[in-house]
């Protein structure tokens, strides 16, 4: 976890326009990683992405409610049971 939040302290430190965190190749993302992605929309729009709506809903529960989280959906995605 040290590594992502120093990552995106890094990033945040260059006042970016925006943010997009595909999450789509992620089998696991915990809730302090999501509360990182999160507290980054207080400053940046943030979009992320992924294959369900546990991102969405992880977000509002921490009242992350700047973020937008899309769900996309992948040709291998669909494959999957």
């Not at 940046?44 to 369900?52: A, D, I, Q, W, Y």
Request: with cysteine; aromatic share 8%; glycine share 6%.
């Amino acid at each position: 976890m040290w590594s992502f939040e120093h990552a995106l302290a890094q990033v945040m430190a260059q006042n970016p326009l925006g943010l997009l965190f595909d999450l789509t190749e992620c089998s696991f993302v915990s809730a302090q990683g999501y509360e990182a992605i999160g507290g980054c929309s207080a400053t940046t729009p943030v979009e992320v992405r992924s294959l369900t709506d546990i991102a969405s809903r992880v977000f509002a529960i921490f009242g992350n409610d700047r973020v937008v989280s899309v769900k996309v959906h992948t040709p291998t995605h669909d494959r999957q049971p």
